[in-house]
């Protein structure tokens, strides 16, 4: 399953610098515009608690995180829509991400120029978003002079598509996101298939100073953005790229050291990473034997055939039974011989919903 978030902001808002976090790929941050011209993308693993628990209990060979992939974008500029700076094309890559990352400059720094000459998170934002909804605009507008001539002649889905191309103009007129107007179950398969720039998930990273990190809540802009974030039901997850970039180099003790001096439990990277993927509505099951503990990405809702075809079509297309046991069950009992004798391992067949946290052994045959 192979879903991506971009990650989106102006220039100089420390979007590279984060990006070199997340990936330790080493993409280009430098002090102008337009430092990254074609998207850079990196695989990083889901941090997961219960992996590690998982091991302890089984003792595998091996054990396989669950991973997630992000997209670095270069910066958008004001006029993006109409082809201002490289806006045409970085455009077209958001489009092709399943979910948008936000990066807000909220730190001062005299030797990082400002794109607009300010530190201004509200209006940063306004000039992404409104980039975002005139591009969409665009594209709506063009599909409507498509789509009229034949809602005129009442032929029956041109006229449901209409109405739906209406609402949205409307909306993206009065400069509302996409993901902020209501449209029932099969209006939104319509809304799907224009791929729209501000139907897809966002939240916003908020970056702020290495001095600021500890107590991020105090910082006046660190404010602005849950304000604005909070208008559109978003997250707002807060780092400090400068910092998650330093710590991603350090090994596991090290960096549990280093976030314990600045007073932090958890890094602002792995809850940007866990956000992101809980973003897009995804969940992880186990599979835990003697030769690997391993996680798996599924998207919640889906039944336990769909599920085993992650692992391999064959277990989809020969599916039998799934033998499974909640995450929880299993550390209380301590082993899955105790979580049997305990009556917690069940049988479930092909219409059971997989659940977040399911340690699953598939049962087929082809």
């Not at 002090?31 to 993308?41: G, H, L, R």
């Not at 209990?57 to 082809?83: H, Y």
């Not at 902020?180 to 319509?190: G, T």
């Not at 809540?217 to 400090?240: G, L, R, S, T």
Request: some cysteine; proline content about 3%; charged content about 30%.
């Amino acid at each position: 399953m192979s879903l991506t978030a971009g990650i989106v902001g102006l220039p100089n808002v420390g979007k590279s610098t984060l990006f070199n976090a997340i990936t330790q790929a080493g993409a280009e941050a430098a002090n102008y515009p337009f430092a990254t011209i074609d998207p850079n993308v990196g695989i990083v693993e889901v941090p997961d608690k219960r992996l590690n628990k998982l091991t302890e209990l089984v003792k595998p060979k091996k054990t396989v995180p669950t991973t997630f992939e992000f997209t670095d974008i270069a910066g958008i500029v004001k006029g993006a829509s109409k082809g201002e700076g490289l806006g045409n094309q970085f455009l077209s890559h958001i489009r092709q991400v399943d979910a948008i990352c936000q990066v807000v400059r909220c730190f001062q720094d005299e030797n990082i120029t400002h794109v607009s000459g300010k530190v201004d998170p509200v209006e940063d934002m306004d000039i992404i978003n409104l980039e975002l909804i005139l591009a969409d605009l665009e594209t709506v507008n063009k599909r409507l002079q498509r789509v009229e001539k034949l809602a005129k002649q009442k032929e029956k889905s041109a006229v449901a598509e209409f109405d739906v191309l209406c609402k949205l103009k409307t909306g993206l007129e009065e400069e509302l996101p996409v993901r902020a107007l209501e449209f029932n179950e099969e209006q939104w398969k319509l809304v799907k298939g224009l791929h729209l720039l501000t139907s897809k998930p966002t939240l916003y990273v908020a970056n702020v100073s290495e001095d600021e990190v500890a107590d991020a809540d105090a910082n006046e802009n660190v404010q602005k953005v849950k304000a604005y974030a909070a208008k559109e039901n978003a997250e707002v997850i807060v780092v400090c790229a400068k910092i998650e970039e330093e710590i991603s180099e350090l090994d596991p003790e090290e960096k549990t050291m280093f976030l314990d001096d600045l007073g932090i439990t958890e890094s602002g990277l792995d809850k940007l990473i866990k956000a992101s993927y809980y973003l897009l509505g995804l969940a992880t099951y186990f599979t835990a034997g003697e030769q690997e503990v391993r996680a798996w990405t599924f998207r919640k809702g889906i039944k336990a055939p769909q599920a085993a075809g992650i692992i391999h079509t064959d277990f989809e297309r020969g599916f039998i039974r799934a033998e499974t046991v909640s995450y929880d069950d299993l550390v209380a009992a301590g082993s899955m011989v105790k979580a049997r004798e305990n009556g917690k391992v069940r049988l479930e067949g092909k219409e059971y919903i997989v659940q977040d946290g399911d340690v699953i052994h598939f049962r087929f045959n082809v």
